[in-house]
Nanobody, 123 residues
Framework: QVQLSESGGGLVQAGGSLRLSCAASGRRVSIDGMAWYRQAPGKERELVAA???????EYADSVKGRFTVFRDYAKNTMALHMNNLKPEDTATYFC?????????????????WGQGTQVTVSS
């Protein structure tokens, strides 16, 4: 129903910046919240930043003040601006979207995930 495509990962030195982008595509769907998650080797996937349909944002404590999430509702895109990156930010970053579809009398809700983009921060 919804496909997510991430871009913008790469290798950066500690203290540097990266911009991640996520584009959502799908027909006859309504996308509500979108979020960025990350997963480092041997660790569980964790929420990094989320932005709801209302525009309300949420951040992991570890990235507050360094990361900012943006969303273009008309284009169904989301971006994550990451500044002052640290080695512990190294992970695969995944785009996530909550969406709904179907007739009003039978709305279905689903979650979509992107393939992930690698972010590596060297010390």
């Amino acid at each position: 129903q919804v496909q997510l495509s991430e871009s913008g990962g790469g290798l950066v030195q500690a203290g540097g910046s990266l911009r991640l982008s996520c584009a959502a595509s799908g027909r006859r769907v309504s996308i509500d919240g979108m979020a960025w998650y990350r997963q480092a080797p041997g660790k569980e996937r964790e929420l990094v930043a989320a932005i709801r349909g209302s525009g309300l944002t949420e951040y992991a404590d570890s990235v507050k003040g360094r990361f900012t999430v943006f969303r273009d509702y008309a284009k169904n895109t989301m971006a994550l601006h990451m500044n002052n990156l640290k080695p512990e930010d190294t992970a695969t970053y995944f785009c996530n979207a909550q969406y709904s579809y179907g007739p009003v009398e039978n709305v279905q809700s689903r979650t979509a995930w992107g393939q992930g983009t690698q972010v590596t921060v060297s010390s």
